[in-house]
């Protein structure tokens, strides 16, 4: 053939830049005139490079969405297929409990493979029948009544954790501890061992680092789950015998041990829950789903119950009022005796509205979670709060916009007070409720809701009560990290205790 007829690299490569072109324009502008009355940022409507960048800039994305919120209103463009809402009237729809939307394709870069099988992430799961499925098998364990079987595991962490402090030195930092004993706490809820992670001071084999990294992987790709399949879930990838993740390796450590000891009916704790479902539903709870159902454990439960404490001890610490309040409401249902002060249980604590609507101003107040749950919008579900919102967009809840509005939370609402919970009209107090949306709602809110409630309220009992504590930098403030979660960065605190006789 006579080079002239022989296609060049360079021919091909240009016909296809050419035809690629007018295509990634012509979908550009279709999918900026789709959503085209909705107000948001001009840059937002064009390309999600925008959103990527707001996404892994210093600052938080929550700070971000605040801002969305007040200056586009309650409903924003915040991608050429995306759409939030601050409107309390999309929340059923979004985050609903029947015909629900499933959640959306960002959820890809979360999901992990190892030896040619996908390892279960629930908060990743995109099969909602399935997650269904899951959640009617487990409900009655994370039930309000059913966590109470798990309340000794607590007990014991939270007298480590107080035992513990007492040695610490004068000056500790909130932040870390509770990061360990929330990881402590999960294994021995979770399957029943002692990972020594307050004993030695440290994140042992780099578990809680290593989750952090898998989440700042999840920020990362958030916008380009399909590129990330590409390069993380490709055929080599997915086959790889060994996984890289630490969380993994200790994941199938734990199972393995299991085994060795007896399996299933051994012990109390979720990973045999997890194996008795097993046993009556083979096929559901597959040997991969129990290995990601004990790592969705770990890692759904440890971080965001660590710093959701933390968080809220910050704010404890720094209003001497609230604190003072608090403690006399635990001294009434719980004095000091002479030989110390015991810890009540869950039962009794919470019957006490102060600790609940403490707990509850600091989740609103500086939420664990930064980014927004998405879902994809389906046939029938076109209409949200009012607005036309087509087939195939991504769909949110703007809860800084929510957490944010004065219609909701009162004119105060940049103020840490837990009395706004108790206060008001019913109608009010049930329109705060609404729209707290910490732990998500519908049919995929957080499976581990009642386990968070019974370790945030045995933990800051057992340390308002035990310890005297102030801030050692109050100048410094409260610094969330960016990311997926809003981690404290630290909580410094002088502490010394309240009584030298104080038990747990
Ligand atoms: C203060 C602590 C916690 C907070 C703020 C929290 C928050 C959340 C949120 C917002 C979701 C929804 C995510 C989404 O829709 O994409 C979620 C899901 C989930 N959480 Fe939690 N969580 C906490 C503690 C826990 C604990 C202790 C466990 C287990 C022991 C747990 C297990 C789960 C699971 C399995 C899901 C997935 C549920 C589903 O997708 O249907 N969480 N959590």
């Not at 007018?22 to 550009?28: D, E, G, N, Q, R």
């Not at 084999?205 to 993380?232: C, K, M, Q, V």
């Not at 930064?370 to 994809?376: A, V």
Request: with cysteine.
């Amino acid at each position: 053939m006579p080079d002239l007829y022989r296609p060049s690299w360079v021919m091909v490569a240009l016909s296809l830049l050419f035809s690629l072109v007018p295509f990634t324009l012509a979908t550009s502008v279709l999918q900026y005139w789709r959503l085209r009355k909705i107000p948001g940022p001009p840059a937002a409507a064009w390309t999600n490079l925008w959103l990527m960048w707001q996404m892994n800039r210093k600052e938080s994305f929550y700070e971000t969405r605040k801002r969305l919120h007040q200056r586009y209103g309650p409903v924003q463009r915040y991608g050429p297929n995306r759409v939030m809402f601050s409107d309390l009237s999309a929340v059923p729809v979004i985050l609903g409990t029947t015909n629900i939307l499933p959640k959306a394709s960002n959820h890809e870069p979360l999901k992990a493979w190892v030896n040619g099988s996908e390892v279960l992430s629930f908060v990743a799961l995109t099969d909602d029948a399935k997650a269904a499925r899951l959640k009617r098998n487990l409900h009655a364990t994370f039930s309000s009544h059913g966590v109470l079987g798990y309340e000794a595991h607590v007990d014991h962490t939270v007298s480590e954790l107080v035992g513990h402090l007492q040695t610490a030195g004068s000056m500790v930092d909130l932040a870390d501890w509770l990061s360990w004993f929330a990881f402590d706490t999960v294994a021995r809820i979770g399957f029943s061992e002692d990972q020594g992670f307050m004993s030695r001071r440290q994140d042992v084999d780099g578990a809680l680092e290593a989750g952090r990294r898998r989440f700042e992987h999840w920020n990362f790709w958030w916008t380009l789950p399909s590129l990330e399949g590409l390069i993380y879930k490709n055929w080599v990838a997915r086959n790889r015998k060994k996984s890289r993740s630490s969380i993994m390796r200790l994941a199938m450590q734990v199972v393995e041990r299991r085994k060795a000891k007896g399996g299933l009916g051994t012990h109390n704790d979720l990973l045999d829950l997890y194996m008795q479902s097993a046993e009556s539903d083979p096929q559901l709870f597959s040997p991969s789903t129990i290995l990601g159902l004990t790592i969705t454990t770990m890692q759904a439960g440890a971080e965001t119950t660590a710093y959701s404490t933390a968080i809220c001890m910050f704010c404890l610490v720094r209003d001497k009022h609230v604190l003072a309040k608090l403690r006399a409401e635990i001294e009434s249902v719980a004095p000091p005796t002479a030989e110390g002060w015991d810890l009540p249980p869950t039962a009794v604590l919470r019957k006490l509205p102060y600790l609940e609507a403490c707990i509850k101003e600091s989740g609103r107040l500086y939420p664990s979670i930064n980014i927004m749950l998405e879902r994809t919008v389906t046939d029938g579900h076109e209409d949200i709060a009012g607005v036309h919102v087509p087939k195939g967009t991504i769909v949110a809840i703007n809860t800084a916009g929510l957490n944010t509005n004065p219609n909701i939370y009162g004119a105060d609402f940049e103020t840490y007070r837990p009395e706004r919970w108790l206060e008001g009209s019913e109608e009010q107090r049930i329109l705060m409720n609404r729209a707290n949306l910490a732990f998500s709602a519908g049919k995929r809110m957080c499976l581990g809701i009642n386990v968070a409630w019974l370790e945030m309220r045995k933990a800051i009992s057992a340390l308002v009560m035990n310890f005297e504590m102030e801030l050692a930098y109050p100048e410094r403030g409260l610094k969330q990290m960016p990311g997926i979660f809003g981690y404290a960065e630290e909580v410094k605190v002088n502490i010394w205790p309240r009584r030298q006789d104080t038990k747990v």
